[in-house]
């Protein structure tokens, strides 16, 4: 299935790219996009689907758009 | 009594006098330092109902005891006076060398009294002091007035001036330092141009007095060095904070067009990929292993230093997505002395009271370059237009009329900062109580509501967390004085802090001892506000009224349809009220007050205001 990713920060960097539509396997969980992605699952970071927090076993859906983003304190 | 110099200077502008004060080791333990110190001699020295641009008012620079020391990141300094934009006690932090020069000239804490007869930079160095002419850099920015002043005295000094902004009296401005620092959001450049004073500059001999100098330094080095691998590693320092905007685009928490939207899909031009792609330089604070201010250039070829609030407010905001414009509006607010976030939330007021015809104007979202020329006229308060600007939006909003207060962006009288509470309840609380208004200085909680709990929840667990922010960001780090920012973005351990306290003065202190000093001082600043405002009520602590408008609401995205709900925003304002031990008015009750040792400064409070 298709999903949108968004990377947010330093996270583009590590990632090699800032947004771009990926082929992921069905049922793919957030922990799942981290290893595809090779972000570290010990890294803090929020993921968001469409907007919303998503837990780590979380499965997505086709088209959904997920933003990667370490765990910002605001300034 | 090591860490503390045990020394104020007290300076009067009027009568071109000063004196060396002590102050003893009580008041030390009891107030620590930096915004301890500037809330209880504010409090004390004060009387109610002063004019904040009267001679009477007085500016307090404040230090703390790990203030100046090399170690993460000690570089900054406090500065207060009773606020003309909010008419209550008001502070903010710089960075500045001023945070060891001041201190090994012998002093922690500077009050200046008075005002010049003419303009004024006040020469400070160890047991010298000079009143000297600024006349040749008044009505200059603080660019100028910072290049002219290290002309004269060198790189190494420390330094605090002001700019138009300041000289004119607008009330949202700030006072600079380091040719990009700024501090003291809720007017206290004017405070500081209501004296004449132009700037201060501090040179000191003697080093600071520690317990243990071999062992602190040892540590601080070493953790500069371990703050700075960190940083590294994560990358923070790419982006810095600007970072942070592509975050609030996508989880509808961007302000746009005065906090009407949530998110732009033009926004990505503005983002912090984009601040780094265009990034000239990047500068910090004395101290500093993980700077934070990237400097692009505006189209006149001009370098701006920004950071995440002043490309929120100052970019999507106003619906400006072209970066060197918005660098060019941060730049106009830093040569001014303006606050950018004031700034934005003033220009962006202006534009919705324009299109809900309010009043009538020609500056619409989007339009650069009136956004300039509105600047200009707010920091030199040109005609019946820049003065009104000048005022910040809540008196703006007094004289619009027509219910405009409700799009106001601001909380007791300081605009908020660039986050979209529209439906971030806790984040809302969090502006909402504040000390000194809607500061996100203080507590920043919406990557916790999103991740640890729910975004609709309105429970305790929100209260609670916004008072342990207030007591680590708006207590210890504005009390020890360093930046709180290798904790809060690098999760540099916060246990490090008590850690480097104790080394410099010799103590013994735990987390709970600073919690109980951050208690302390936040319950003061309360009584600040109940003797200026005996009136006060819980209603004083809530956003916007815009955010639970529900007319207001997204028509699409994550949150459409939800705006903040009224009753359920109270209820969370008494989960917080509860665990303070504060009153239905939001004001700490006699028995918190006796348990924080407050009862003097309680009585004197009485005399103004019932406490219960």
């Known amino acids: 299935m298709k999903i949108k990713i968004k990377m947010i920060g330093p996270l583009i960097y590590e990632a090699g790219f800032s947004e771009k539509e990926v082929d992921v396997p069905a049922e793919t969980t957030a922990d799942d996009l981290l290893d595809i992605l090779h972000v570290s699952r010990q890294r803090p970071k929020i993921i968001t689907r469409n907007g919303k927090a998503v837990a780590p076993n979380e499965r997505f859906d086709e088209g959904d758009r997920i933003a990667v983003s370490p765990l910002y304190s605001g300034g | 009594m090591f860490g503390w110099t045990g020394n104020i200077l007290r300076v009067n502008l009027s009568a071109k006098t000063f004196k060396k004060e002590s102050y003893n080791e009580d008041f030390a333990l009891k107030w620590v330092g930096g ?24 500016f307090v620079v404040a230090l703390g005891p790990i203030a100046g020391i090399p170690a993460p990141n000690t570089g900054k300094a406090v500065v207060a006076a009773k606020s003309p934009l909010t008419g209550f006690y008001g502070d903010g932090n710089l960075g500045t060398r001023m945070s060891e020069q001041l201190r090994k000239a012998g002093y922690d804490c500077l009050i200046v009294e008075g005002k010049a007869a003419r303009p004024t930079l006040l020469y400070i160095e160890d047991d010298k002091v000079e009143f000297l002419s ?7 920015g603080t660019y100028a007035t910072n290049a002219w002043i290290y002309g004269k005295y060198g790189k190494g000094v420390g330094v605090l001036n002001i700019g138009q902004g300041g000289e004119n009296l607008n009330l949202y401005a700030m006072v600079r330092s380091l040719e990009g620092r700024a501090g003291g959001r809720p007017g206290i450049g004017a405070v500081m141009g209501s004296k004449l004073l132009k ?9 600071i007095p520690q317990a243990d100098p071999p062992a602190m330094k040892t540590l601080g080095l070493g953790d500069l060095r371990a703050v700075g691998e960190l940083n590294k590693k994560t990358g923070w320092s790419i982006q810095s904070t600007t970072g942070v905007l592509a975050w609030c685009n996508e989880v509808a928490g961007l302000p746009v067009r005065n906090f009407r939207k949530t998110s732009h899909p033009e926004a990505w031009k503005i983002d912090g990929e984009r601040v780094n792609d265009a ?31 002043n490309v929120g407010l100052l970019g999507s905001n106003l619906e400006i997505f072209d970066l060197p414009q918005v660098g060019s509006l941060n730049y106009l607010c830093d040569e001014y002395g303006l606050d950018t976030m004031s700034a934005g939330c003033v220009l962006s007021f202006y ?7 309010a009043t009538t104007g020609d500056f ?10 509105l600047l200009r006229m707010a920091a030199h308060r040109e005609g019946k237009l820049g003065n009104l600007l000048a005022d910040g939006t809540r008196r703006m909003a007094r004289a619009f009329g027509h219910n405009s207060e409700a799009y106001a962006m601001q909380v007791k009288g300081l605009e908020v900062a660039a986050y979209n509470c529209k439906f971030i309840p806790g984040q809302a609380l969090a502006f909402g109580v504040a000390a000194i208004g809607a500061h996100h200085r203080e507590a920043w909680i919406i990557t ?20 342990e922010l207030q007591r680590i960001r708006g207590g210890m780090f504005e009390f020890i004085v360093a930046c709180r920012f290798p904790w809060i973005e690098l999760g540099w351990p916060i246990e ?3 850690k480097y306290f104790n080394t410099v003065t010799g103590l013994n202190w735990t987390l709970d001892d600073m919690w109980q000093r951050a208690d302390r001082i936040y319950s003061l600043i309360k009584l600040n506000y109940l003797r200026e405002f005996p009136g006060a009520s819980r209603g004083d602590d809530y956003p916007p009224a815009v955010w639970f408008d529900p007319e207001n609401a997204d028509k699409e995205g994550p949150i459409a349809g939800r705006v903040l709900e009224r009753d359920k925003y109270d209820g969370l304002l008494q989960h917080y009220y509860d665990q303070r031990g504060y009153d239905r008015r939001g004001i700490p009750t006699k028995e918190t007050l006796k348990k924080l040792d407050l009862a003097q400064e309680a009585a004197e409070a009485e005399r103004y205001g019932a406490l219960t």
């Not at chain 2, 600024?134 to 200059?140: D, K, L, N, R, T």
């Not at chain 2, 700037?199 to 080093?207: D, M, N």
């Not at chain 2, 619409?364 to 020329?373: L, N, V």
């Not at chain 2, 916790?448 to 008072?467: C, N, Q």
């Open chain 2, 496 to 498: 490090n802090y008590p």
């Open chain 2, 351 to 357: 534009a919705d009271a324009i299109e809900r015809g």
């Open chain 2, 35 to 58: 915004r301890g110190f500037a809330a209880k001699i504010l409090y004390d020295e004060l009387k109610p109902g002063i004019d904040p641009l009267g001679p009477e008012n007085k």
């Open chain 2, 364 to 373: 619409k979202f989007g339009d650069a370059e009136r956004a300039k020329e």
């Open chain 2, 134 to 140: 600024a006349e040749e850099v008044w009505g200059q």
């Open chain 2, 199 to 207: 700037a201060i500059v501090a040179k000191g001999s003697t080093p």
């Open chain 2, 279 to 309: 990034r000239i330089a990047t500068y910090g604070c004395p101290n500093c292993t993980m700077r934070c201010g990237v400097t692009i250039h505006d189209h006149e070829g001009r370098e701006s230093e920004l950071d995440y609030e």
């Open chain 2, 448 to 467: 916790f509501e999103l991740k640890h709990t729910t975004r609709e929840s309105y429970g305790p667990e929100k209260a609670a967390k916004v008072i």
